[in-house]
């Protein structure tokens, strides 16, 4: 079966950082981002936990991600128009597109030296992340709801 697979994320600490997501609908990551108050796109958008270590999601993030190369040829590999944030989104779409599962499995996991740069003021990783939802919502219009 072809699918798009990642190991569950562990931060520098060994603590959980949450990876696969539901639909990014617009609202659902407003009110991820605690800007608005939506719960029940929320409630779909944040991964559920499952009894097999498997948890089928919408996208992965891009820190970790294993597939075969025909599968990764056929969704079309990394949009090199989104530039840190979003192109994850982006491949997890398509090969929904394609009939191609996107999981992760929380019996591997993968320590992810990671810190959210847009939780303060950082006038680089805000105008990439604006840039970036701008160029996704554009491509997915249906998404913005």
Not at 34 to 45: A, E, M, S
Not at 57 to 84: L, N, P, Q, Y
Not at 88 to 108: C, E, P, Q, T, W
Request: net charge positive.
């Amino acid at each position: 079966e072809e699918c798009l697979v990642s190991a569950q994320l562990l931060n520098s600490d060994g603590t959980l950082q949450i990876n696969g997501r539901g639909r990014p609908y617009l609202t659902a990551k407003l009110a991820h981002r605690g800007l608005i108050v939506f719960k029940p796109r929320l409630k779909k958008y944040l991964p559920k936990p499952t009894k097999n270590g498997i948890a089928e999601v919408t996208w992965i993030m891009g820190a970790c991600v294993s597939t075969k190369r025909e599968t990764f040829e056929k969704i079309g590999s990394w949009d090199e128009t989104f530039f840190i944030y979003y192109e994850d989104h982006d491949l997890g779409i398509r090969a929904n597109h394609f009939g191609v599962k996107v999981l992760v499995d929380s019996r591997l996991t993968w320590r992810h030296e990671w810190a959210r740069a847009t939780t303060s003021f950082n006038l680089f990783a805000w105008y990439h992340e604006i840039r970036s939802a701008i160029i996704f919502y554009k491509k997915y219009p249906e998404l913005i709801r």
